[in-house]
C-alpha cells in the first residue's frame, strides 16, 4: 500500500502516466488549441514526490514559459486528478535524475545546463573565432562585458555597419556564451521578431509572446533595419526592451546604419542611442594579414607569400568579401591553378559578386558595360590589353569611381593595378563616356 495524503496519487509509473494524461485531457478541453500544441502536447510526468509532480517539457524555453505563466492553470486541473494541494513543476527532458534508492542517500541538485533560448543560434560562431580588430575592438568588448566578470555593463549595445562585416558572428557569440552560463536568451533576426508578434496577434497569442520574449535575460536581434517603418513592431520592440532591461536583462541590436540613420520613431531610438552605438569598420593590411592566416590555418592550407600579399592588399569592403577571396585563393592552390592573373580576376569576381546591395548594382553595371563592349566581366577585372576589353575597363573604372570609389579601391578590384594607372583609366573612361550618348545612358 503506498503512503499518501490522498487515495488519488499514483503509487507506480504507470499510473503516474495515466493520472498525467488525465491533466492534459483537462487542459486540452480548457486551452485554446495553439497553446495546448506548442506547450504542453507531448510533457510527460516522471515522478511524484511528495505533493509534487514532476513533468518533461520538450525545452527549457517550454519549461520556463510553462512554470511562469502556465502554472495556476495547470495546478488547477492537476487537482481535479491527483487530490487538493498538488504542486507541478516542468523540468526539460534529461534532466531529471533517478530517484534515489534507500542506500544511495538525499539526491542532490543536478548542475545548471544550458539556458532557455528562443530563436537560433549559430554557436559555431566563438568569440575565439572572432577576428579582433581596431575597427571592431569597441563592439567586441561592449559585448564581452556582458558575458564576463566586468566592473562596466552598458546596455543597450548596437552595433551598426556594411553587411557582411560581422555583426551576426558577434550576436551569436554572445548568445551562445550566456546561453552556456545558463541564462535565458532570445535571439532573433528583426524579421523574425516582426512575424512572430504579427502572428501572435492574428492568433490571440499576444501575452504568450510578450510572456515569452520579455521575460529573458539577454535579447538579442540582427538586422533591425527590417522593421524601419514598421510601427506596430516598433512599439512592440520598445516595451519588449523595456521588459528586459527593468527586469535586469540586457539588450543587443545590429543593424546596417546608425539608428539615427533609420525610419524609427524617437522613443526607439533615442533607447537605442542611449546604450553603446559602435560601428564596425573594415579590417586594415595587417589585420587582412592576419585573418587571412586564421583562416589558411584552419582551412590547413598554406598559400604562397605573393598570394598572400595580393590578398592581403586588397581594399575589401568586408569581412565576408575577404573570407571569399581566401577561399578562392585556396581552391586555385589546391588545384594546382593558382598565379598571379588568375588570382586577380578570382580577386575581383568575388569582390564584385559578394558585397553588399550597393555592390551588387556595381556588377550589374560591369556587365551592361561588359554587354556593349562585347568582352566579358572577367576581361575587364583582367590584364588583357585587347582594344574592346582596355575601352570598357577604362569605363567601368570612371564610372565606379563616380559611385565614389577610391583610387585604391579600384585598384584592387581591376587587377592590382596602381592608382597613376587607375586615375589615367578613368580619365580616358570620362572621354568615352562623353562622347557616347549609348554609354551614357549605360553608367547613369
Not at 44 to 67: G, H, I, T, Y
Not at 173 to 196: D, I, K, P, W, Y
Request: aromatic share 4%; proline share 5%.
Amino acid at each position: 500500500m503506498c503512503p499518501s495524503m490522498d487515495e488519488r496519487v499514483p503509487c507506480t509509473d504507470r499510473e503516474l502516466a495515466r493520472s498525467w494524461q488525465g491533466v492534459l485531457g483537462r487542459l486540452e478541453l480548457e486551452l485554446n488549441p495553439h497553446n495546448f500544441a506548442a506547450w504542453l502536447r507531448g510533457t510527460r510526468a516522471v515522478r511524484m514526490e511528495e505533493r509534487l509532480v514532476v513533468v518533461e517539457a520538450a525545452s527549457e524555453m517550454a519549461c520556463s514559459w510553462l512554470n511562469q505563466r502556465m502554472k495556476v492553470v495547470v495546478e488547477r486541473a492537476a487537482a481535479q486528478v491527483f487530490g487538493p494541494e498538488v504542486g507541478v513543476e516542468f523540468v526539460a527532458a534529461g534532466t531529471v535524475a533517478p530517484a534515489p534508492t534507500a542506500a544511495a542517500g538525499p539526491a542532490t541538485r543536478p548542475a545548471p545546463g544550458r539556458g532557455p533560448i528562443l530563436g537560433k543560434l549559430n554557436c559555431a560562431y566563438t568569440f575565439d573565432e572572432y577576428q579582433p580588430a581596431e575597427g571592431n575592438r569597441l563592439a567586441l568588448q561592449s559585448c564581452l562585458s556582458l558575458v564576463e566578470e566586468m566592473d562596466l555593463r552598458i546596455s543597450p549595445v548596437v552595433i551598426f555597419g556594411a553587411p557582411g562585416m560581422g555583426k551576426t558572428h558577434l550576436l551569436h557569440a554572445l548568445a551562445c556564451r550566456a546561453a552556456e552560463q545558463g541564462r535565458s536568451v532570445a535571439c532573433l533576426s528583426a524579421e523574425e521578431f516582426a512575424n512572430r508578434f504579427l502572428g501572435a496577434m492574428r492568433e490571440h497569442r499576444a501575452a504568450e509572446f510578450q510572456g515569452a520574449l520579455r521575460s529573458v535575460d539577454l535579447l538579442v536581434i540582427d538586422d533591425l533595419q527590417q522593421i524601419a517603418g514598421k510601427r506596430a513592431t516598433q512599439d512592440e520592440l520598445v516595451h519588449t526592451m523595456d521588459a528586459v532591461c527593468n527586469g535586469g536583462g540586457h539588450v543587443v541590436v545590429a543593424s546596417e546604419k546608425h539608428p539615427f540613420e533609420l525610419d524609427l520613431p524617437e522613443r526607439l531610438s533615442s533607447r537605442l542611442a542611449a546604450g553603446i552605438v559602435t560601428r564596425v569598420e573594415p579590417f586594415r593590411m595587417a589585420e587582412r594579414r592576419a585573418f587571412l592566416e586564421r583562416v589558411a590555418r584552419r582551412l590547413r592550407a598554406s598559400l604562397p607569400g605573393w598570394a598572400t600579399d595580393r590578398i592581403a592588399g586588397c581594399e575589401v569592403p568586408s569581412v565576408r568579401v575577404l573570407l571569399g577571396a581566401i577561399h578562392a585563393a585556396v581552391a586555385l592552390e589546391r588545384n594546382g591553378m593558382l598565379e598571379p592573373a588568375r588570382l586577380d580576376v578570382e580577386l575581383a569576381r568575388v569582390a564584385l559578386a559578394e558585397a553588399s546591395n550597393g555592390m551588387i548594382g556595381e556588377r550589374e553595371l560591369l556587365e551592361r558595360i561588359a554587354r556593349r563592349y562585347q568582352v566579358t566581366v572577367d576581361e575587364i577585372a583582367g590584364r588583357s590589353r585587347r582594344g574592346p576589353v582596355a575601352e570598357a575597363r577604362a569605363v567601368a573604372v570612371a564610372a565606379l569611381q563616380e559611385r565614389g570609389r577610391s583610387l585604391s579601391q579600384l585598384g584592387s578590384l581591376f587587377g592590382q593595378r596602381d592608382k597613376s594607372t587607375i586615375s589615367g583609366l578613368a580619365e580616358r573612361g570620362r572621354e568615352l563616356v562623353a562622347g557616347d550618348e549609348g554609354l551614357r545612358t549605360i553608367v547613369a
